[in-house]
């Protein structure tokens, strides 16, 4: 069997003219000898009756601080009913589909609510479906944990499901329908002249989607990644090929790296705050002390940078409050920069290629964008810079990177 496995997004299937378009996606995969397995999200975007963050809206109406088990149990909700919608399109055009919540797919997770972790995949029940002729339409975004209570992935999560069920079957191929036609090398609302990748790698597209790129969730990407098993981010509403990622060039067999190029794309994350902590005599005790203070208090941090007299890190903006508060309650002298943002150039040709970082700070430096941190690895370089600089620094580093062309 060739398995295929078809996830669609809320607005791939917010409406009856545009599940229309998603069946024909199928049917034309049938067409090419695929057996489909189809994932979807809750219909449309919050506001529509049925999607997630309106059912969200809808609990919390109730009491603002629900617990997460009861808010997991209505978030389910959406699912499934455009599951059922969905499977009952695909009847209507003659096509034996049925429908599956996570858990009947054979999704078992961890007990976290509102972001629990697939610990497996039984596709026993799928494979079986797909033997008979069926097309399984299954809800992203659920489980079920080990002690049989209904969970949720978090954001993204409709992604991961198609990903772990992809991986689970061994799928040719999985794509991800959305409404847009790919990848693109930058935000176009910023950039206009963005373009389009035509393939990516993996280690290159999780690196844009932990940048901040609202591409496909990082998860989905590295579950896949082990077998080798391409995605396919492509639109519903066009026959636009889409961005391939994989490991492995469209013209050869061979495991190769996708490209050779320094850059692939540049993103951004805002609402970003930097936090300064002066150094004491036992400074290797105090790096220790800092970030156990932050973790305790469930506080995430990022762009670390250490110094003998300093450290420096960032936080969501939301939480720097707290995170000035917990360490001058330790006796830390902490100073909080605010109104900053995270931009990044990412490409996996960047490995011991000379002059990449000052191409990066010269485009930042002749827009007078000052760089308040900086941090990089083998596939990206990322600068701290105040938020209203952002759109300046994504514009100038798309030129400089010649990313449009």
Request: aromatic fraction near 4%; hydrophobic fraction near 45%; charge should be negative.
């Amino acid at each position: 069997m060739r398995i295929i496995v078809q996830k669609f997004g809320g607005t791939s299937v917010a409406s009856p003219e545009i599940r229309a378009l998603a069946v024909k996606k199928i049917q034309s995969a049938l067409q090419q000898g695929y057996c489909p397995v189809i994932v979807v999200s809750a219909m449309g975007r919050k506001g529509e009756s049925y999607a997630t963050d309106t059912l969200i809206g809808l609990a919390r109406s109730a009491y603002s601080h629900i617990a997460p088990r009861e808010l997991d149990q209505i978030m389910y909700c959406g699912e499934m009913i455009s599951a059922v919608i969905m499977t009952g399109t695909l009847q209507a055009v003659g096509l034996d589909a049925a429908m599956l919540t996570g858990g009947q797919a054979g999704v078992t997770t961890d007990n976290n609510f509102n972001n629990a972790r697939i610990l497996k995949v039984d596709p026993a029940r799928l494979l079986s479906m797909v033997k008979a002729g069926k097309i399984p339409v299954v809800c992203g975004f659920q489980g079920v944990s080990i002690d049989g209570e209904f969970t949720t992935l978090g954001r993204g999560g409709s992604d991961t499901t198609a990903a772990a069920l992809g991986a689970a079957l061994n799928a040719e191929l999985v794509e991800i329908y959305t409404d847009v036609d790919g990848i693109m090398t930058a935000d176009p609302r910023i950039v206009t002249n963005a373009k389009i990748l035509d393939c990516i790698s993996y280690s290159e597209v999780c690196q844009l989607a932990h940048q901040g790129a609202k591409v496909i969730h990082p998860r989905a990407v590295e579950i896949v990644m082990p077998k080798g098993i391409p995605l396919v981010v492509k639109s519903t509403f066009s026959d636009a090929p889409g961005t391939l990622i994989t490991n492995v060039t469209k013209e050869s067999t061979e495991e190769t790296a996708v490209s050779d190029r320094v850059a692939t794309g540049v993103t951004y994350l805002s609402d970003i705050a930097q936090v300064k902590v002066s150094a004491c005599p036992d400074s290797c005790q105090m790096n220790f002390n800092v970030f156990k203070i932050m973790a305790d208090n469930g506080i995430s941090v990022d762009l670390i940078n250490m110094h003998p007299d300093q450290i420096m890190f960032t936080v969501a903006e939301g939480v720097s409050d707290k995170a000035y508060n917990k360490l001058t309650e330790c006796g830390y002298k902490t100073e909080i920069v605010t109104g900053c943002a995270k931009v990044s150039v990412v490409g996996g040709g960047m490995r011991e290629v000379p002059g990449v970082m000052a191409s990066f700070v010269e485009a930042l430096a002749a827009n007078n964008i000052p760089i308040l941190q900086t941090v990089d690895s083998h596939t990206s370089i990322s600068a701290l810079i105040k938020k209203v600089d952002i759109q300046t620094a994504v514009m100038a580093l798309h030129e400089k990177f010649s990313l449009s062309e």
